[in-house]
């Protein structure tokens, strides 16, 4: 995030740190950067350095409906991606164990914090290159095939979207005068020229995801948002950061940012390396789950009290361009997520950021 929460102190970052990982750290500071989660890094006497991500569980509805019911998803998710490591994964770069054998802990009554490496590394906003996206695509077979090794901790996707409720009373309210913030009126009437458009993308996407439960078999352990600022290109090779949305689920839950279609040269090498056929109305699925989730999360921003920060800005643009997103029929990964340094996934993670923990999601949402 770019505006750092007002509640937490660099002392309360540092003393979490010394109690949860008995780490002496010197110094922390805060970084502007990502959307979604707030990021600290921290400076030990031997030159050490660490990643902290700090999550404000009341706003992760992606993951619960209350702040403990998010810990314990996130704790899971987590739990995931360190099982993952351990099986030898070696590019999934995932949190320290702290001191109670603990992945995440408690800041204060409605924040979490979790510990990662620093690893160097740049994370650029977009995929330059085919072959960049042919690499991710590799780890994705790779991670798709361990889905038994983290059956016990790893949860299963659902098809809820988050702010669901939040979209339909934005919906249901469009005629009604929004008084939030200064970018609650913008946004209402953005949301009333577009919102057949929104109406057609929520009934669509409800008829596919009744279709995929029916279909349970061959979903795999996902990451869930393995766009190009949660790679980390390293001198080691690829390194895939930011495990909080991990879910078993259909793989195209990962494929349909990086394939466009089952005909792509793409979705080939996938299948000649899993065995597994994409199939295309599951990335018409995703599409819709991430277009819907992103104007979800910001119609919720602007009904409910704001303040016309940098964090705000950035949600204005990127609701401009996803509830455009719904006047389309998406077929595999918009341009902006291949190309283009612009929307709110993009915007997570706007600078590279030599660190293992950049970017979330936007983000999920805020994912």
């Known amino acids: ?59 992760k509805s992606f993951l619960g409906g209350s702040p403990s ?23 999934v770069v995932g949190p320290c164990v702290g001191t109670h054998d603990q992945l995440l802990s408690w ?29 991710v695509v ?10 038994d090794q983290v059956a016990t901790q790893a949860r299963r996707e659902t098809f809820a979207l988050p702010n ?5 009373a934005a919906i249901a309210s469009v005629q009604n005068r929004w008084t939030g913030g200064p970018y609650a009126e913008p946004a209402r009437a953005l949301l009333a020229q577009h919102v057949n458009g929104v109406r057609a993308c929520l009934a669509d996407y409800d008829r596919h995801a009744q279709e995929a439960l029916r279909e349970p078999s061959g979903w795999t352990i996902t990451h869930g948002e393995p766009h190009s600022a ?9 390194r895939l950061i930011d ?13 349909w940012m990086l394939v466009p279609g089952a005909a792509d040269p793409l979705a080939r090498r996938y299948t000649a390396a899993t065995g597994r056929t994409v199939e295309e109305p599951l990335i018409r699925l995703y599409a819709l789950w991430w277009d819907l989730c992103e104007v979800g999360v910001y119609l919720a921003t602007f009904r409910a009290r704001h303040t016309d920060s940098e964090d705000s800005a950035e949600a204005w643009r990127s609701l401009q361009h996803f509830i455009r997103a719904c006047e389309r029929t998406p077929s595999g990964p918009p341009e902006w997520l291949r ?29």
């Not at 190309?339 to 994912?367: I, N, V, Y």
Request: hydrophobic share 45%.
């Open 1 to 59: 995030m770019f505006t750092r929460p007002d509640e937490i102190s660099d002392a309360s970052v540092i003393a979490a740190l010394r109690d949860g990982w008995q780490v002496d750290a010197v110094a922390v500071d805060y970084l502007t950067a990502g959307f979604g989660s707030h990021h600290w890094v921290a400076h030990a006497a031997d030159q050490t350095r660490w990643f902290l991500t700090v999550d404000n569980l009341a706003t």
């Open 69 to 91: 019911a998010a810990f314990d998803a996130l704790r899971d998710a987590f739990a995931t991606a360190h099982a993952l490591q351990s099986c030898g994964l070696e590019w």
């Open 107 to 135: 800041l204060d009554p409605a924040f979490s914090i979790a510990v990662f490496p620093y690893v160097q590394g740049v994370a650029p906003a977009a995929y330059d290159r085919d072959s960049e996206r042919a690499g």
């Open 138 to 147: 590799d780890l994705l077979a790779e991670l798709h095939q361990c889905t």
């Open 164 to 168: 669901r409720t939040d979209l339909e």
């Open 230 to 238: 949660n790679v980390l290109r390293t001198d080691r090779g690829l």
């Open 243 to 255: 495990w909080d949305t991990a879910l078993i689920a259909p793989p195209e839950r990962d494929l």
């Open 339 to 367: 190309r283009s340094p612009t929307g709110a996934t993009a915007g997570r993670t706007p600078r590279s950021l030599p660190t293992a923990a950049a970017g979330r999601r936007p983000a999920t949402p805020h994912r």
